[in-house]
């Protein structure tokens, strides 16, 4: 928050107490002795911790001041419009932004915008309401209305985009491990079958005398047979589900 600065206008005392000593504070409307101050933000630029203060004084008899002895009817619809032109350039953002890093960047900076926007529109409805005979205040209040909702259904739907690339990503990911985690059981189901056929062939292929060369032919169908009937057997237990835990029984009541 910037420091307070006396202004070049002259402020009765009972408003003149109503202000702190280091800074003009949060928006507000300050109402005495037929005086106004609308005390406003100007739109946060980055992280929003730095506010800008643009103080505005309705005199009784009408006339608006800005800082000082400013005319303050335009310096208060260029705040507004200043509003309006960062709501344009987030919109233009949010509609280029093509991925998540770049919809994050929009939604830092436009969280403390909203924000601002909507003290602001309080501010203005509770001056419209001190004084409802000024146009320039309703009016304001209108613009603000529509200023402060255009950049909150902008934040939603930032919020939405980015939730969205999230959870697509996500499910993305999902989707690849799932097909990964089939592959490699499909391969441990073919290596349970085939490993012990394997392992007999392995055996019965080394060059060593074992006395079975001289066996008729149906011994060999018989070894090949037993062979897959284990790759069987081994593919089962690889398919087979882990056990659960057992459940915790209840303990017994004591007796007292």
């Known amino acids: 928050m910037t420091r307070r600065i006396d202004y ?17 504070g949060a928006q507000r409307v300050l109402h005495e002795a037929g005086h106004l101050m609308v005390i406003l933000h100007e739109p946060p630029a980055g992280t929003g ?22 005319p303050g009817e335009r310096a208060l619809q260029k705040l ?4 309006r032109a960062a709501l ?15 919809l994050f960047q929009i939604l830092g900076p436009l969280i403390p915008l909203s924000r601002a926007a909507s003290n602001m529109q309080t501010a203005l409805q509770a001056a ?18 529509e200023i402060a909702r255009g950049i909150e259904l902008l934040l939603a739907d930032t919020r939405m985009s980015l939730d969205y690339r999230l959870a697509h990503a996500a499910e993305q990911q ?28 392995a055996a019965f292929g080394m060059n060593l005398h074992s006395g079975m060369e001289s066996l008729p032919g149906w011994v060999y169908w018989a070894i090949f047979g037993a062979g897959l009937f284990m790759g069987l057997l ?19 009541p004591r007796k007292k």
């Open 49 to 70: 911790a730095e506010r800008k203060n643009a103080v505005f004084l309705r005199k009784p008899d009408g006339a608006w001041l800005h800082k000082g002895s400013n």
């Open 8 to 24: 070049d206008w002259e402020l009765p005392p009972e408003l003149q107490q109503r202000l702190g000593t280091s800074s003009y």
């Open 80 to 83: 507004l419009e200043s509003y």
């Open 128 to 145: 419209r309401e001190a004084v409802p005979e000024d146009a320039l205040i309703t009016d304001m209040r209108d613009r603000a209305v």
């Open 88 to 102: 344009s350039a987030f919109e233009i953002r949010h509609e280029a932004a093509d991925n998540s890093e770049a």
């Open 174 to 201: 999902a989707h690849a491990a799932m097909e990964v985690s089939r592959a490699q059981h499909k391969l441990n189901t073919i290596a349970a079958l085939t490993f012990p056929l394997m392992a007999i062939g």
């Open 234 to 252: 081994l593919r089962g237990w690889v398919k087979a589900p882990e056990p659960l835990p057992p459940a915790a029984k209840p303990g017994l």
